[in-house]
């Protein structure tokens, strides 16, 4: 089985909905299956940040987080999408056997039409791009979180329409890997928590940073005394962090009164740091070694590559592209 997935680089530290909706699967991911790969979704990143010197930083930013957090170049294959530009021309294959209907019901695509915001050929595109990033690994599974699972689907309709449309079997059929623990985590606003929001708890800030949004969560107004209702964010977030026993406790005693939301938010607080701490020292260490992590994603793509070319030679082939045979 080949696991495969992708994270946006778009800022500087990856947050607590990105580790628990993605990235910490990641992870647990990379020991049950014998091949895994992860990438950095620079060429995604385009529809939204437009400074070349940002976007090498925030694909930097990811490669740490990602090793920060755990994936290990020895188990999983860590890359830079645009290090294999053939995933440009795959998008263009799958383009020419996507319907227009399938890609305007795109959540994102829907959802910057309906704030009136500008949408370019990219972003109405992003699927199809995402769709190649994943169809050109032959990936069997991809690990993303709950908003990503109309993409994957989409991702199928595509391979099963290239392979229908050239009666071949150029491309595999993924499957959705959604952890079903992963819950949508809420923002320091009691929104999806989300860079676009500024509403985020990053994984990597520093402490003074991660503890003014930890005490920023919204709550409402109830003095200690009062019961409190345990499904409000700020308990959401706090359970990240605790067991199914801590979780149970802590619901009895916000329903029975008694417990202020400034002790929850500092014991927020500090399990937040405790977490992170032991990833934040990696982190560092890889920081301070910018040319290993550079060697990491170029023998990674290296890698990525030598997978890629059977899998486009195919659909060229399928497809009557290049002198047949020979191309
Ligand atoms: P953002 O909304 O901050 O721009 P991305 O869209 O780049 O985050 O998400 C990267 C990954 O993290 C995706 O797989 C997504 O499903 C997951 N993710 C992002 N925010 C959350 C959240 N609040 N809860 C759960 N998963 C999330
Ligand atoms: N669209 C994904 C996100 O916003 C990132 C991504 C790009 C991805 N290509 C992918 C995820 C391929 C999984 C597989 O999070």
Redo the contacts with the bound molecule.
């Keep these: 089985m080949r696991v495969l997935?992708g994270?946006?680089p778009?800022?500087d530290s990856?947050?607590?909905?990105?580790?628990?909706?993605?990235?910490r699967q990641f992870v647990s991911l990379q020991d049950k299956y014998d091949e895994s790969l992860y990438f950095i979704a620079d060429y995604h990143s385009m529809t939204t940040v437009r400074d070349a010197a940002l976007r090498r930083r925030y694909t930097t930013n990811v490669a740490l987080d990602y090793l920060a957090a755990g994936l290990d170049p020895e188990r999983a294959i860590l890359f830079r999408q645009s290090d294999i530009p053939e995933v440009c021309e795959l998008t263009w294959l799958l383009t020419s056997v996507t319907p227009m209907g399938m890609l305007e019901r795109a959540h994102a695509y829907k959802a910057a039409m309906d704030k009136g915001e500008n949408v370019d050929h990219g972003l109405f595109t992003y699927p199809v791009l995402m769709a190649a990033d994943i169809l050109l690994y032959h990936a069997d599974l991809v690990?993303?979180?709950?908003?990503?699972k109309q993409h994957i689907e989409m991702t199928r309709d595509m391979a099963q329409r290239f392979n229908h449309a050239y009666d071949c079997e150029a491309l595999v059929i993924p499957e959705p890997y959604i952890m079903k623990d992963?819950?949508?985590?809420?923002?320091t606003d009691g929104q999806?928590?989300?860079?676009?929001?500024g509403n985020?708890i990053a994984m990597f800030a520093s402490e003074k940073q991660i503890k003014k949004a930890v005490m920023g969560v919204v709550t409402d107004s109830k003095g200690v005394d009062e019961p409190k209702d345990p499904s409000a964010p700020i308990f959401d977030l706090w359970n990240l962090f605790a067991d199914a026993k801590e979780r149970e406790e802590m619901a009895q005693r916000a329903q029975a009164g008694g417990l202020g939301y400034g002790d929850i938010k500092k014991d927020l607080l500090a399990r937040v740091l405790d977490h992170f701490a032991s990833m934040r020292e990696r982190r560092a260490h890889f920081e301070a070694r910018p040319d290993d992590v550079e060697a990491i994603l170029r023998a990674g793509a290296e890698k990525a590559r030598a997978m890629a070319a059977p899998v486009l030679e195919g659909c060229r082939l399928a497809a009557g592209l290049g002198v047949n045979g020979l191309a």
């Design positions: 997935s994270t946006k778009t800022g990856l947050h607590l909905g990105n580790y628990f909706g993605a990235l690990p993303v979180g709950q908003d990503q992963a819950a949508v985590v809420p923002g999806k928590m989300s860079k676009s929001y985020t």
